[in-house]
């Protein structure tokens, strides 16, 4: 049985997990908010993105279309609704971002319905072939951009007064306002850059995996995974596991008994992980 | 704000005139042009409208004939009264609904019904109320194997099955990868037949079945490769088939590989979605007419979902089975008394159907009478997806479904079809 095919295959969509689950980290790290409406921030811009294409508009200004949707979903929650939920618990915070996703799934369903659409990119017919499998250039940009955008944020975090606001408020809110962070304008500034990482992750996880906005709504479970598995801290150890749980999930394929089950595997991993690393939630959620 | 006369009056006009084409077109029951004003009969439907996915458009096509019927007359003066419940595609709440409907409604009938769930659930109710179900769409094995549960479309195994055949005649298939959802008694029901067949006929066979929210369609697409198929048939939504061609696509397998699919991707939108580079390589197996035949039966189902139904139901495989069901459940109904239309006697009526003809069928439909399960609708035929449309490309031919033995000795014994 040749694994590496698989292995191949599992990159793309790995790639664009761990850049789905950085997004995560870096807004959980800077406001304590799990944000399960991640994918539907990124659905509806590449909804948005496909609309804008079916009426012939240039793809640059498409796909700048769909990460101004996103990011601006994602502003217009964390600018009005969040800080209203800044003081409750951190579960009540992580349900909180239901509503918007629950929401926006209902938009995507009047204006687009059900339909199976599909998203192209010129980059999906460009590919190199490895081990008899063609890896599109798509593939090869969600790779390219999860590992940019790591380094991106990085930089933010270690090198601007921006990212210094931001670990502050990680390590304590209220410390952090006695000393003159300004909250509410780190807090916006990370929900800007969680929508950013959003808008282009549901565009390449509606040209590699489908366009249908319930199915990329969902597809932040796996993020979150990969995001557990980083500790929710770590934007290096979360990007690796995003990609690992791609490539986990399409390296099951060929054992038959366990193919059909194997979109379980991010929740196994994710499960796993907890058990084993114990402290995540202690050391995440200290001092909030 | 001022009120525009002329274009009122224009806009008034063309709402006159698109009203009465519509109208000429559309014939139900006696046509007798009045609205039925006797004591309603009640039949029932359930169906699955909220939940995973809608497919309430069968039972929506029921009601536009079953209101077409009642304006033209009823069943000889009487109107249906027909009661239309959501099972949310929960097993517990389908059985809830059926007991309302068959118990508490008294219905006399079940016509239209389209779930995932409720066969299995309501099969056995149904045989000891002594009601029988003319159902629109069937999915699981359940709704092909049960006493009085008779579906109007072929189910996704028979369908798969007539793929398969047109695969073997027309394509010179020597091989076969079979691709299912990991559902209970609808992907592996499906996929053994395949399995079954190429035991019978020696050609090579396979078996994938994948979870349809797997968001990994290329692995699936290059596991069905790895063993180097002729042609690859699909027995999935279309929602999770348009993912699979375009990772099929992506590897360039659209060139090597022919695929073809149950009805379920039977879908106008389909051919445009995947694109060029399927065309003349992605065939379906059409359970009913084309969606645009210009039969007199499919021009008049169309007539009536203008006249009766809302312009937002979809015109589709679902709502072709739900017009048929309509139209089966009247032609029982008008051979009856008026006086004298119960459970006993619709259910006497309807066991006696054996050759109602549609256009949109393939062969006549008949319930069965003593049978211990139906699937009337086994003949069918395939398209291919050319220039962004579907394209006809066989005439109705039998599926090859190992399974179906006995409806065939049955058909042939009571000299039908």
Known sequence: MNILPFIISGLGIGAVYALSGVGLVVLFRATGVLNFAFGAFGAIGAHCAWQLLEWKVPLAVAILAAVAVSTASSFAYGRIFAPMLSHRDTVVRAVGTLAPALILIGIMGVIWGELPRRLQLPTDQMFVSLFAVRLTFTRIIAIILAVAMVVAITLLLNRTRLGLDMRALANDRDLSAVLGVRILYTETAAWIITGIFSGFAGLLLADLVRLQGTFLTLLVIPAIAAAILGQLQSLWQTAAAGILIGIAEAALTPIAWISPYRAASPFIIALVAVTILGGTAKVALKDR | MPIDLR???????????????????????????????????????????????????????????????????????????????????????????????????????????????????????????????????????????????????????????????????????????????????????????????????????????????????????????????????????????????????????????????????????????????????????????????????????????????????????????????????????????????????????????????????????????????????????????????????????????????????????????
């Not at chain 2, 312009?311 to 495989?317: A, L, N, Q, V």
């Not at chain 2, 003809?357 to 003593?370: E, N, Q, R, V």
Request: glycine residues 10%; contains cysteine.
């Open chain 2, 7 to 417: 274009g009122l009056a224009i806009g008034l006009f063309l709402t006159l005139i698109s009203a009465f084409s519509a109208h000429a077109a559309a014939s139900c029951g006696d046509n007798t042009g009045k609205p039925a004003t006797g004591e309603p009969i009640v039949i029932g439907a359930i169906t699955g409208k909220t939940g995973p996915d809608d497919f309430s458009n069968s039972t929506k096509a029921a009601k536009a004939y079953f209101d077409c019927l009642n304006a033209n007359g009823g069943i000889n003066g009487r109107p249906v009264k027909y009661l239309v419940e959501d099972d949310q595609w929960n097993p517990e709440i389908a059985a809830q609904l059926a007991a309302k409907l068959v118990n508490d409604e008294k219905a006399v009938l079940m016509v239209g019904n389209s779930s995932f769930v409720e066969c299995g659930a309501n099969a056995d109710f149904y045989k000891k109320a002594g009601i029988l179900v003319l159902a629109g769409v069937g999915v699981p094995r359940e709704c092909y194997f049960a006493e009085n549960y008779a579906p109007a479309n072929a189910g996704p195994r028979v369908s798969m099955l007539g793929a398969m055949g047109y695969a073997l005649d027309k394509l010179n298939a020597k091989s076969v990868v079979c691709i299912g959802p990991n559902i209970p008694n609808v992907g592996t029901w499906s996929c053994d037949g395949v399995m079954l067949l190429a035991k019978e006929k020696g050609f090579a066979a396979q078996t994938i079945l994948m979870d349809p929210g797997s968001a990994d369609a290329t692995s699936i697409i290059l596991q069905a490769a790895s063993s180097k198929p002729d042609v690859i048939v699909l027995g999935l939504p279309k929602g999770v088939t348009v993912p699979l061609l375009t990772a099929a696509e992506e590897q360039g397998l659209n060139q090597s590989i022919t695929f073809l699919s149950a009805a379920s991707a039977y879908d106008l939108s389909v051919p445009s979605t995947i694109g060029a580079g399927w065309a003349g390589k992605f065939y379906v197996n059409m359970e009913f007419n084309d969606l645009n035949a210009q039969t007199p039966d499919n021009q008049n189902w169309l007539a009536v979902m203008d006249q009766y139904g809302q312009k937002s139901d979809p015109r589709d495989t679902f709502a072709q089975a739900g017009y048929l069901a309509a139209r089966i459940a009247e032609k029982a109904l008008m051979t009856l008394d008026p006086a004298k239309i119960n459970r006993e006697t619709v259910s006497a009526a309807v066991r006696q159907i054996k050759d109602f003809k549609s256009d949109i069928f393939c062969a006549p439909w008949y319930f069965g009478d003593g049978q211990p399960r139906h699937n009337a609708n086994s003949t069918t035929r395939m398209a291919v997806a050319e220039g962004g449309k579907w394209k006809v490309v066989s005439d109705c031919a039998p599926s090859p479904d190992p399974e179906l033995k006995d409806i065939r000795a049955f058909e042939k014994s009571a000299g039908i079809n």
